[in-house]
């Protein structure tokens, strides 16, 4: 059980909305916004999954993105919470995973596994299309969501949603089609990037994501390009492992 | 869904198999793909990372006209689609809005000249390994479908696989079934990783790492997403001295 305040609600939409300026990097914004959710309702990890053209939901952002987490997020594409959630239009709210067994066979008990008690979805809308979900895992220690919680991760959600569009009026539907799949692919060069520097530097894939995240940060590059350069310049590699 | 990715992985391979040498194999993908999508033609450009333009063939000696334009002019929907990782869709080439027809001052005027009335241009793309971009291109004005863009995308897809793939089929004349899109128990994000992992292993291009990923699995007769769960277990390494 979770009651926000209006003070912590407040300060976390300026800092979002502070975070949309106009050379933004994607990816980034959607950690910092899953990370957020996360602290804001006690939950153990929270994800966003898009949904590409052709139904298939794909991992975009977490809270935290190990392998097992990351693993919990796509397996949804065949079942899950966020499946249902992208189907209805509607969020799934408060499933208690250790009677879930029934609704999604295969999901359920890897997440009671992992060591998540609850899950909720919420859709990510765009008009009268839902083009993802934002999923909330909860542990013993808290992420069961109280009712006045929903309609604050629901706008977290829907904040995710105007991210994506990046530009702020789109005149086309084919504008947006064209972002989603930008967005999906910048996400494929940060695990190209990952890879690289995981065998360059003999780490896991999980801690070269550190490793990578933390080098933008330090530099105040965008996430995204600096995976870019990763897998695209030897020379950038290089200079990462030396850092 | 899966059905149609079914067709039309086959409509490519088909023209990988039946045309030896790669302008004719080029030349093939572009009747295929302008056949599935209702189109009046298509056109590939092959490209290096640098935006240097290697060859060009197109489903006709019009389209290639088309095609070849973009380069005489310097600018056009496969430069922007290649420099901005994203499809670029006009659906209405006289559209004068800097997102439509506007967008290009000279390449608009001189294509509808040609009998162009939509354009819609698609990376071809993993990531940050980039070998090009496939135009498709309609002699009447209007948006794809959803239906239609989700097959472009896979035409894509499937064209990258079978580009990566050619010294394979050239060797074996047979196209073996690796990709599994097993999203559920190797999750896709894997194969990337691995990726970027032989690419430091041999000191290779992002892409050429996915061309050896993939020899691999037709060598061993194994699912890519088993193949790339070993790389990054580090049960698997690629090394420079056995090709």
């Known amino acids: ?243 | 869904m899966e059905d149609r990715s079914a067709i039309i992985t086959d409509l490519i391979t088909r023209q990988a198999a039946a045309h030896g040498d790669r302008p004719g194999f080029l030349r093939g993908v572009c009747g295929a793909a302008a056949e599935v999508l209702s189109a009046s033609g298509a056109g590939i450009s092959i490209m290096t990372d640098d935006g240097t333009r290697g060859e060009t063939a197109a489903s006709d000696s019009a389209c290639e006209r088309i095609e070849e334009l973009q380069f005489i002019l310097g600018e056009g929907p496969c430069m922007d689609a290649f420099t901005s990782r994203r499809p670029v869709l006009v659906p209405d080439l006289g559209d004068p809005a800097p997102d439509a027809g506007g967008r290009w001052p000279f390449y608009t005027p001189a294509a509808s000249a040609g009998g162009l009335r939509a354009v819609f241009a698609f990376p071809l793309q993993i990531g940050a390994a980039r070998l090009g971009v496939l135009d498709v291109f309609r002699d009447r004005p209007g948006p794809l479908t959803a239906g239609e863009f989700a097959d472009a995308l896979t035409v894509a897809d499937v064209t990258v696989a079978a580009l990566l793939d050619r010294h394979v089929q050239a060797r074996d004349g047979l196209v073996r079934e690796i990709d599994d899109n097993n999203y559920a128990d190797g999750y896709r994000a894997q194969l990337f990783q691995a990726q970027g992992m032989v690419m430091v292993q041999l000191g290779v291009s992002l892409a050429e790492a996915m061309a050896r990923i993939r020899a691999h699995a037709y060598a061993q007769e194994r699912r890519l997403s088993d193949v790339a769960r070993d790389i990054v277990a580090r049960r698997l390494h690629f090394d420079t001295d056995k090709p």
């Open chain 1, 1 to 243: 059980m979770t009651t926000v305040s209006p003070e912590r609600l407040a300060k976390i939409f300026v800092e979002v909305a502070d975070t949309l300026v106009d050379d933004f990097d994607l990816i980034e914004f959607l950690q910092t916004l899953t990370d957020r959710a996360a602290s804001l309702v006690g939950a153990g990890a929270v994800g966003l999954l898009l949904a590409d053209e052709r139904g298939k939901l794909e991992f975009m952002a977490g809270s935290d993105e190990n392998v097992t987490l990351v693993e919990l997020f796509q397996l949804q594409t065949d079942e899950g919470p966020c499946l249902e959630a992208v189907r209805t239009g509607r969020p799934v709210i408060n499933v208690d995973l250790g009677a879930a067994a029934a609704r999604w066979p295969r999901f359920a008990p890897r997440a009671a596994a992992a060591g998540f008690q609850s899950v909720h979805a919420f859709p990510l809308r765009l008009r009268s299309q839902v083009i993802g979900a934002l999923n909330v895992f909860g542990t013993s220690l808290g992420g069961h969501l109280a009712e006045a919680d929903v309609p604050v991760i629901q706008a977290l959600t829907d904040v995710a949603a105007i991210a994506l569009l990046q530009e702020r009026a789109i005149r086309r539907g084919e504008v947006l089609s064209e972002q989603l799949q930008g967005a999906l692919n910048s996400r494929v060069v940060i695990e190209q990037a990952k890879g690289a520097v995981a065998q360059s530097m003999g780490l896991t894939v999980d801690d070269a994501f550190a490793v990578i995240r933390g080098y933008a940060r330090r530099h105040s590059w965008k996430l995204t390009d600096v995976a870019h350069a990763i897998v695209t310049d030897p020379e950038a590699l290089a200079r990462l492992k030396e850092s």
